[in-house]
């Protein structure tokens, strides 16, 4: 069975694309893609068309977007995926063409969203490069894909077998921590093929979206503080303000997006050596900060 390379893309559903276009590039720093339409924003990072695309519609996780190195990879995957009876749909021409790839299936989660397993991105031209009108530097992308997703799981035990034993995703680690008398967040990470620490986590809480948090990473340490300055000082709250993770080594914080749900902003994160991991069990969603913060606007 082929296995998948990296988070390659995320699809968003949104019920304000003017509010997210002017959260997603004034503040986190990302470009505005070719692809975009009247309903529908395309978001970049780096050399690729697309790696973030908003709908307009309900405010969660629409799609995750898992890439394949090779059209071989890709067959040998989705056999193996229908070998353990997962339904598969092959997307068409359309569907191609909004996501920006060549070769496409997909199957539902069981949380409510569907991945997308593909091969075959698009870059944009030579001669439009990524810039951003705010980043000193750029996003941590690349083989390691375009940063993590935590949908919440209906069912922790099932939801961790799908993505581990189904999907085919390596576990990490995991954190369990009471953050309240007799309330414990149990979380559980899964990292692909070329080792960002994690793709995708999951865990159990209540919720009325699937998606818990997203996070993008940043190649200057600097632009995880400019980028907080940047939140503060246009309004948006704060959920869990600068602090570092003991299993990931991010170092971060957390805004709530125009959607409700958090994104995780960061920089430092390992990438994992499979030949060479031990995977763990933390008592610590945080080794120090992400408190929720009291900002006073000036």
Request: net charge negative.
């Amino acid at each position: 069975m082929g296995k998948i390379s990296n988070l390659g893309y995320v699809v968003l559903g949104v019920s304000h694309l003017d509010k997210w276009e002017t959260f997603a590039v004034d503040i986190l720093g990302l470009q505005l893609g070719a692809v975009s339409t009247e309903n529908t924003i395309s978001l970049r990072m780096d050399e690729f068309e697309q790696r973030i695309q908003l709908i307009e519609g309900d405010d969660d996780l629409v799609a995750t977007g898992w890439e394949l190195d090779t059209h071989s990879e890709l067959d040998s995957y989705v056999a193996g995926l229908e070998s353990k009876g997962v339904k598969l749909v092959e997307a068409d021409n359309s569907l191609l063409a909004t996501r920006c790839v060549e070769r496409m299936y997909y199957c539902d989660d069981p949380n409510g969203f569907k991945h997308e397993f593909y091969t075959g991105s698009k870059r944009a031209p030579v001669s439009n490069s990524f810039r951003s009108t705010v980043l000193k530097k750029g996003f941590n992308t690349g083989r390691l894909g375009v940063g993590h997703v935590l949908p919440v799981a209906k069912s922790g035990p099932e939801t961790i077998d799908f993505y581990n034993r189904v999907l085919g995703l390596s576990i990490s680690d995991y954190i369990r921590e009471e953050i309240a008398p007799g309330i414990v967040a149990d979380a559980t990470f899964f990292h692909a093929s070329t080792g960002r620490h994690h793709s995708i986590a999951t865990a159990e809480m209540p919720s009325e979206k699937i998606m818990h948090h997203m996070m993008i990473q940043v190649d200057d340490m600097d632009d995880v503080g400019l980028a907080f300055e940047r939140c503060v000082d246009a309004g948006y709250p704060i959920l869990m303000g600068l602090g570092h993770h003991p299993n990931d080594k991010m170092f971060s914080f957390y805004v709530e997006t125009p959607s409700g749900w958090a994104m995780e902003f960061g920089w430092g994160g390992i990438v994992i050596d499979d030949d060479n991991w031990e995977i763990k069990s933390y008592s610590q969603l945080s080794d120090w900060g992400h408190k929720p913060a009291v900002i006073e606007q000036a």
